[in-house]
C-alpha cells in the first residue's frame, strides 16, 4: 500500500512563491514518475509537472518558467517550487506516483489559493 501526504499549500499573493513537498511511504519499487496535477473550481484536472525516475521533468505551458519539480528518492519525496504565481493558479493540488505495473497513487491534495 502506497500513501501520499501533501503539505505546503496556502494562501499567497501574486508574485509570490510557495514550495509544495509530497512524501511517499510504503513500497516504492519500480517508480516510473511522480508529479502534481491540479484541479480549479469547476475545471477539469490538469496536469502541472512530472519528473521521471530518471530525473527528467516536464512542465504544463501554464507554469513552465515559474515552477521547478524535483525529487528526493532517500526520503521518498517530490517538490514543486512555484515562482510567481498568479490567481488563476488557484487549486487543489494533488500529487501522484506512477508506478510500471501497479497503475497511479494518489494524495488527498492541498489547497494553494493566490489572492491580495
Known amino acids: ?26 513500497s516504492m ?3 516510473r514518475a511522480m508529479g502534481w496535477y491540479r484541479q ?5 484536472r490538469e496536469l502541472v509537472a512530472t519528473i521521471t525516475n530518471d530525473d527528467c521533468p ?9 515552477s521547478s519539480i524535483s525529487r528526493d528518492n532517500a526520503k521518498n519525496t517530490v517538490y514543486l517550487q512555484m515562482n510567481g504565481l498568479k490567481p488563476e493558479d488557484t487549486a487543489i493540488y494533488y500529487c501522484y506516483v506512477r508506478f510500471w505495473s501497479l497503475g497511479d497513487y494518489w494524495g488527498q491534495g492541498t489547497q494553494v489559493t493566490v489572492s491580495s
Open 40 to 44: 480549479a473550481p469547476g475545471k477539469q
Open 29 to 31: 519499487f519500480s517508480v
Open 58 to 66: 516536464n512542465y504544463s505551458d501554464s507554469v513552465k518558467g515559474r
Open 1 to 26: 500500500q502506497v500513501q501520499l501526504v501533501e503539505s505546503g499549500g496556502g494562501l499567497v499573493q501574486p508574485g509570490g512563491s510557495l514550495r509544495l513537498s509530497c512524501a511517499a511511504s510504503g
